[in-house]
Structures are given as structure tokens and as C-alpha cells.
């Protein structure tokens, strides 16, 4: 019923019926993608297994796809694009497999920023405010999530006092599942969430100097659940989405919501996405504060800060980015996927072309 009350009311204030779709585009490659950043409705690059990064400055038409010098055993789980030109990799596993690169040509070089030299930190992902100030972090080690940050565009990486960070609970760990477990907002907060024994939220408003934590009401209590993605529109209002890996059907505490920066989380119960979700975005420059999810169950979207869902389809994606309107939207998955978000939701505007 909620579902049908949505719709109507799209009709009634929007004047059109939803039609949000994904459309398949060609990238050349089969490897398997995890990880995608949206620069504008032209550009956006990708990461995935094999060392394999990919790049469009056509919206899609034409999609470039290489592996990066030396990285073929590489999983790029993470990456940010600066625009057409820069953009950074992040890689995961164990000791010197965690690994950040960067290219500031296009991807025809690329430099190797920072190789984890801890054989007890795996790294999950980063997050940037801007061209030159970013942060990343990894598993706990020896009973702390590792944190470190560049503010020189990745030229060196500095690890932030460990006694800074409160203490990860016994078996608490993150899950690089799309890159989106760490996120940013404005000039210096910073969010990153985890799963295993507890789901909770580690925040900054200072750029990793110091950090407090909430827990979540996100399922957790196994080794494979808990928090995959966050998303901020704001200093205050965000989205945390997740579930049980291995069991991607249940439907259940896979949302949760907060209105105060991430101090406390409110989960849904009416309406949820139905399944496990690896990744969620904002997507900007809409009328109201419109999401899209995505997971390996299927996609859905929400125009009311995820309070309530509808369903775009059942194709299996690990993650989405958009960069303005629902034009500029791009999501990645299995053997080479990669789809551009196409159609309309409710209060979106398509920019001029």
C-alpha cells in the first residue's frame, strides 16, 4: 500500500510515472567491477579485479579499459575521480596487496602512492573532500581501525594516532563490498561504518584528528553482516544500508537513517529494500533528497531519505555514483557491468544538454 501511495502522489506532484532503469553499456572488459565514481554526466571511471580500471568521456558510448602496470593480481575496490584526467585506485588484502595509485593522465601512467606496509592491516576504502585531502582506512590492528590521510593529493599518507580512534569491539571488521563504507562530506566530516559482531558508525568533524562512534541497528552478529555503505546529504543527515552477505534475500535491519550527523540511527521498518545492499547514493541536484541502492539482490530508489522504496530491477550490481541529476549516474558489477542510470524519479531535474 505504501508502495501505491508513492506512486500517486509521483503523479499527482510530478506530472509523470517513474520510469528509473538502468542501461547496459559496453566496457570492454570482463572483469569483475566493485567500484565506480561518477565526475559528470560524461565522465567516470571504474575499478575492479585483474588491476582493471575503466574510463568514459562520452556519458558511456565508449568505455576504455586497462590494467594498471604491475597490478594484475590487484582488487580495486575503490576509486575516486577528480575529473577526466585524475583519478585515484585503491586496492585491497593483506599487508603490500593494499595499495593506493593515482594517474593524473587519463590512466595511460599511473603512480604508486602508498603500499600497506603492515602485514595486520587490510585496507577497505577511502574518501576524498577535495583534489588533494583524502583518507582511507583499514581493518583493526591490534585493536584499532587503521586510519590514515594526504593533504598533498596522495604524496604521502600519514597514520593517525591509534589512541585517537575508539577501540573496534571483538570481532568487529568493515567490508570493502563497494567501496562506500568510508564517506565524506563538506570540508572536514568523515563517517566510516563496520559489520561482523556489531554494526556502528566511526565519525570525524575534524578530518580523522579525532573520532567518536554509534552504534547502528543494522543486522550484525556474523561474520559476513553488518554496514557495506554510507551516504551524507549533509552534516547531519545520512544513510547507512547493509545486511547478511550470506544471506542476500532477507530483507530485514538492512536500512538505517540519522538526522544528527550519525550520533544516532533510526531504523526502518515499513519499507526496505528487499535484500542485502551493497552500496548507496545521493543523487544531487534533485527536488527532494532522492537515493539509489544497489545490490547484488537487485536496485531501488527513494525520494523521502530512505523512509520509503521502490523497486528499479533485479539486476545484481556491487556499486553506483552519481555526480549531479539522474543523468550522471553509473553502476558496476559482474564480469564487466556497467549500466548508466536512464528514466526519471520522481523530483528529479535533467541537466540541460
Request: proline fraction near 4%; aromatic fraction near 10%; charge should be neutral.
Given at each position: 500500500m505504501k508502495r501505491i501511495l508513492l506512486l500517486l502522489f509521483s503523479l499527482l506532484f510530478f506530472g509523470d510515472i517513474v520510469t528509473a532503469q538502468w542501461k547496459r553499456q559496453e566496457s570492454g572488459t570482463g572483469s569483475r567491477f566493485r567500484a565506480v565514481s561518477a565526475v559528470s554526466r560524461n565522465v567516470a571511471w571504474?575499478?575492479?579485479n585483474n588491476g582493471t580500471f575503466a574510463r568514459t568521456t562520452d556519458g558511456g558510448l565508449n568505455w576504455r579499459s586497462e590494467t594498471v602496470p604491475g597490478g594484475a593480481s590487484l582488487d580495486f575496490r575503490d576509486v575516486h575521480a577528480v575529473d577526466?584526467?585524475?583519478?585515484?585506485?585503491?586496492?585491497?588484502?593483506?599487508?603490500?596487496?593494499?595499495?593506493?595509485?593515482?594517474?593524473?593522465?587519463?590512466?595511460s601512467h599511473w603512480t604508486l602512492q602508498f603500499t600497506n606496509s603492515n602485514p595486520e592491516a587490510f585496507f577497505d576504502a577511502f574518501a576524498f573532500w577535495d583534489a588533494n585531502n583524502g583518507i582511507a582506512?583499514?581493518?583493526p590492528v591490534r585493536g584499532r581501525f587503521l586510519v590514515i590521510t594526504t593533504a598533498d593529493g596522495g604524496v604521502t599518507w600519514n597514520e593517525i594516532p591509534p589512541e585517537?580512534?575508539?577501540?573496534?569491539?571483538?570481532?568487529?571488521?568493515?567490508?570493502?563490498?563497494?567501496?562506500?563504507?568510508?564517506?565524506?562530506?563538506?570540508?572536514?566530516?568523515?563517517w566510516f561504518g563496520t559489520g561482523g559482531t556489531t554494526s556502528r558508525v566511526f565519525c570525524s568533524t575534524d578530518r580523522g584528528r579525532t573520532w567518536s562512534v554509534a552504534t547502528t541497528p543494522i543486522i550484525s552478529g556474523s561474520d559476513m553482516s553488518g554496514i557495506t555503505s554510507l551516504a551524507f546529504k549533509d552534516a547531519k543527515n545520512g544513510i547507512v544500508v547493509g545486511g547478511d552477505y550470506k544471506n542476500q534475500a532477507e530483507a530485514h535491519d538492512n536500512v538505517a537513517i540519522t538526522s544528527d550527523g550519525g550520533r544516532t540511527w533510526i531504523p526502518l521498518q515499513a519499507s526496505r529494500p528487499a535484500g542485502y545492499r551493497s552500496c548507496v547514493a545521493y543523487v544531487p541536484g534533485t527536488a527532494a533528497p532522492t537515493l539509489v541502492v544497489v545490490g547484488v539482490p537487485g536496485s531501488d530508489y527513494s525520494v523521502d531519505q530512505g523512509k520509503s522504496w521502490m523497486s528499479i530491477d533485479t539486476t545484481g550490481y556491487h556499486s553506483v555514483s552519481f555526480a549531479g541529476p539522474v543523468d550522471a549516474g553509473w553502476a558496476v558489477g559482474?564480469?564487466?557491468l556497467i549500466a548508466k542510470f536512464v528514466g526519471t524519479v520522481p523530483g528529479a531535474r535533467k541537466r540541460g544538454r
Amino acid at each position: 500500500m505504501k508502495r501505491i501511495l508513492l506512486l500517486l502522489f509521483s503523479l499527482l506532484f510530478f506530472g509523470d510515472i517513474v520510469t528509473a532503469q538502468w542501461k547496459r553499456q559496453e566496457s570492454g572488459t570482463g572483469s569483475r567491477f566493485r567500484a565506480v565514481s561518477a565526475v559528470s554526466r560524461n565522465v567516470a571511471w571504474a575499478g575492479g579485479n585483474n588491476g582493471t580500471f575503466a574510463r568514459t568521456t562520452d556519458g558511456g558510448l565508449n568505455w576504455r579499459s586497462e590494467t594498471v602496470p604491475g597490478g594484475a593480481s590487484l582488487d580495486f575496490r575503490d576509486v575516486h575521480a577528480v575529473d577526466s584526467n585524475t583519478a585515484y585506485l585503491l586496492s585491497i588484502g593483506t599487508g603490500e596487496m593494499s595499495r593506493i595509485y593515482k594517474t593524473t593522465d587519463g590512466g595511460s601512467h599511473w603512480t604508486l602512492q602508498f603500499t600497506n606496509s603492515n602485514p595486520e592491516a587490510f585496507f577497505d576504502a577511502f574518501a576524498f573532500w577535495d583534489a588533494n585531502n583524502g583518507i582511507a582506512f583499514s581493518d583493526p590492528v591490534r585493536g584499532r581501525f587503521l586510519v590514515i590521510t594526504t593533504a598533498d593529493g596522495g604524496v604521502t599518507w600519514n597514520e593517525i594516532p591509534p589512541e585517537k580512534i575508539p577501540p573496534a569491539l571483538a570481532g568487529e571488521t568493515a567490508f570493502a563490498a563497494s567501496g562506500t563504507c568510508m564517506t565524506v562530506q563538506g570540508k572536514s566530516n568523515v563517517w566510516f561504518g563496520t559489520g561482523g559482531t556489531t554494526s556502528r558508525v566511526f565519525c570525524s568533524t575534524d578530518r580523522g584528528r579525532t573520532w567518536s562512534v554509534a552504534t547502528t541497528p543494522i543486522i550484525s552478529g556474523s561474520d559476513m553482516s553488518g554496514i557495506t555503505s554510507l551516504a551524507f546529504k549533509d552534516a547531519k543527515n545520512g544513510i547507512v544500508v547493509g545486511g547478511d552477505y550470506k544471506n542476500q534475500a532477507e530483507a530485514h535491519d538492512n536500512v538505517a537513517i540519522t538526522s544528527d550527523g550519525g550520533r544516532t540511527w533510526i531504523p526502518l521498518q515499513a519499507s526496505r529494500p528487499a535484500g542485502y545492499r551493497s552500496c548507496v547514493a545521493y543523487v544531487p541536484g534533485t527536488a527532494a533528497p532522492t537515493l539509489v541502492v544497489v545490490g547484488v539482490p537487485g536496485s531501488d530508489y527513494s525520494v523521502d531519505q530512505g523512509k520509503s522504496w521502490m523497486s528499479i530491477d533485479t539486476t545484481g550490481y556491487h556499486s553506483v555514483s552519481f555526480a549531479g541529476p539522474v543523468d550522471a549516474g553509473w553502476a558496476v558489477g559482474e564480469g564487466g557491468l556497467i549500466a548508466k542510470f536512464v528514466g526519471t524519479v520522481p523530483g528529479a531535474r535533467k541537466r540541460g544538454r
